[in-house]
């Protein structure tokens, strides 16, 4: 027996699992996402947010897997707004397509490196590089920045306080001795009401930061999930701005277990001619893009249509047997009052006024005319957000 426990002994500590660690199973780190720009390119992001509002299409494309890192480029003419530009990645998709979702209580490490060139500088106005935002707030909850403070051009991890909606500093260091290096970057974090952050930056094997800030609501939401943006995001407002880029490399997304399974959907509720908003193949343009539904028939529904003229949803593969007029019913979750502007194969809009609650899905039907083979419907709206988008039923 002794002989027995004594050979168990060697090869755990052969291994590197102390003899402990094999009687005490617990909550321990399990990598969730570890994407490859070879392999999976921007493909790796739940999206892009590249250039939007079209603003420089000949720069196109600002957001590029090369050399072994994810670039981002930053032009002066890019625009995401009159007094703003962003080209940016958001969420992490993992290897079988879904969203990796953050969500409450759950505590998160990511880990990447990153090229911060001399023309990337610090501005008097926001430069954002890291963002921690939820997929149904705009604002954001978890910021690395590139702040001047006191004259000095700094890097600066903080959060954001929704009571006094401002962001707050708890970690800074000098910009300029970091810059045109790999440094490397861990963001510790945990979704919660009372939840922490903590900022680890590297410069080789040197410490230049190890901070944290517990306590701080990072968790804005009951329904929704936290995700990470990568990118460049700045105002133009600020003096001296140069063309410029970012580069990401090695990204790593952990999570503290025992690891959340994975939501599970309920069966789209298929009916006749039904078609999921958020099933693959369908167009998610701008800030558009698919969320978590716990009442919706596919588990998911698609956020933040109309608006503006870049935030839109397109259903594809709508399937006629016949030309002619059909009725369309549109299952969707409305806050009050709110409406969809429907386009069919590129033509005339028609309007789509909807009235209930964003925990019910409501239902609203009217005509629409297809062709006989293959259709596409187009949802935008140009002054208001429209409703969140379930599905489409063809009768």
Same mark, same amino acid.
Request: hydrophobic residues 35%; proline residues 6%.
């Given at each position: 027996?002794?002989?027995? #426990?004594?050979? #168990?002994?060697?090869?755990?500590?052969?291994?590197?699992?102390?003899?402990?660690?094999?009687?005490?199973?617990?909550?321990?780190?399990?990598?969730?996402?570890?994407?490859?720009?070879?392999?999976?390119?921007?493909?790796?992001?739940?999206?892009?947010?590249?250039?939007?509002?079209?603003?420089?299409?000949?720069?196109?494309?600002?957001?590029?897997?090369?050399?072994?890192?994810?670039?981002?480029?930053?032009?002066?003419?890019?625009?995401?707004?009159?007094?703003?530009?962003?080209?940016?990645?958001?969420?992490?998709?993992?290897?079988?397509?879904?969203?990796?979702?953050?969500?409450?209580?759950?505590?998160?490490?990511?880990?990447?490196?990153?090229?911060?060139?001399?023309? &990337?500088?610090?501005?008097?106005?926001?430069?954002?590089?890291?963002? &921690?935002?939820?997929?149904?707030?705009?604002?954001?909850?978890?910021?690395?920045?590139?702040?001047?403070?006191?004259?000095?051009?700094?890097?600066?991890?903080?959060?954001?306080?929704?009571?006094?909606?401002?962001?707050?500093?708890?970690?800074?260091?000098?910009?300029?001795?970091?810059?045109?290096?790999? @440094? %490397?970057?861990?963001?510790?974090?945990?979704?919660?009401?009372?939840?922490?952050?903590?900022? $680890?930056?590297?410069?080789?094997?040197? %410490?230049?930061?190890?901070?944290?800030?517990?306590?701080?609501? #990072?968790?804005?939401?009951?329904?929704?999930?936290?995700? /990470?943006?990568?990118?460049?995001?700045?105002?133009?407002?600020?003096?001296?701005?140069?063309?410029?880029?970012?580069?990401?490399?090695?990204?790593?997304?952990?999570?503290?277990?025992?690891?959340?399974?994975?939501?599970?959907?309920?069966?789209?509720?298929?009916?006749?001619?039904?078609?999921?908003?958020?099933?693959?193949?369908?167009?998610?343009?701008?800030?558009?893009? /698919?969320?978590?539904?716990?009442?919706?028939?596919?588990?998911?529904?698609?956020? @933040?249509?109309?608006?503006?003229?870049?935030?839109?949803?397109?259903?594809?593969?709508?399937?006629?047997?016949?030309?002619?007029?059909?009725?369309?019913?549109?299952?969707?979750?409305? +806050?009050?009052?709110?409406?969809?502007?429907?386009?069919?194969?590129?033509? +005339?809009?028609?309007? $789509?006024?909807?009235?209930? %609650?964003?925990? %019910?899905?409501?239902?609203?039907?009217?005509?629409?005319?297809?062709?006989?083979?293959?259709?596409?419907?187009?949802?935008?709206? #140009?002054?208001?957000?429209?409703?969140?988008?379930?599905?489409?039923?063809?009768?």
């Amino acid at each position: 027996m002794r002989g027995l #426990l004594a050979t #168990l002994t060697a090869l755990l500590l052969a291994v590197g699992v102390p003899p402990a660690a094999a009687s005490q199973a617990g909550p321990r780190w399990e990598t969730r996402w570890s994407p490859s720009p070879w392999r999976d390119g921007v493909g790796a992001f739940e999206a892009l947010e590249d250039d939007r509002r079209g603003s420089h299409p000949e720069g196109l494309p600002h957001v590029r897997a090369e050399g072994g890192a994810w670039r981002f480029d930053a032009h002066l003419a890019d625009r995401d707004g009159s007094d703003r530009m962003r080209n940016e990645v958001r969420g992490m998709r993992a290897a079988d397509g879904r969203p990796l979702e953050m969500r409450k209580g759950e505590t998160w490490r990511i880990t990447y490196q990153m090229y911060i060139p001399d023309t &990337l500088d610090a501005t008097t106005n926001f430069t954002h590089l890291w963002q &921690l935002k939820n997929s149904d707030i705009g604002t954001p909850i978890a910021q690395l920045s590139l702040p001047i403070v006191g004259g000095v051009p700094k890097i600066a991890a903080r959060y954001w306080t929704l009571a006094d909606n401002k962001s707050h500093d708890f970690a800074t260091a000098d910009l300029e001795p970091l810059q045109n290096r790999w @440094l %490397t970057t861990t963001i510790e974090l945990t979704s919660g009401d009372e939840g922490s952050m903590r900022w $680890v930056l590297r410069d080789g094997r040197r %410490t230049v930061v190890d901070a944290r800030a517990d306590g701080i609501d #990072l968790w804005w939401t009951g329904e929704q999930y936290n995700r /990470p943006k990568w990118g460049i995001y700045r105002s133009i407002k600020s003096a001296g701005l140069q063309e410029t880029y970012l580069l990401i490399r090695n990204l790593k997304a952990e999570q503290f277990g025992p690891v959340t399974p994975p939501v599970v959907l309920p069966p789209p509720d298929r009916g006749p001619g039904a078609y999921e908003a958020e099933r693959a193949g369908n167009v998610w343009e701008g800030a558009a893009e /698919p969320a978590y539904c716990a009442v919706c028939s596919g588990g998911r529904k698609v956020i @933040l249509i109309g608006g503006n003229i870049y935030d839109y949803t397109v259903i594809r593969g709508v399937l006629s047997e016949t030309t002619g007029t059909r009725q369309l019913t549109v299952h969707a979750l409305v +806050d009050g009052r709110q409406e969809f502007s429907v386009s069919v194969n590129g033509g +005339d809009s028609i309007k $789509v006024a909807m009235t209930g %609650t964003k925990d %019910t899905v409501t239902t609203a039907t009217v005509p629409v005319d297809l062709v006989a083979g293959v259709n596409r419907i187009r949802f935008h709206g #140009l002054t208001a957000r429209g409703p969140e988008l379930d599905k489409i039923v063809i009768e």
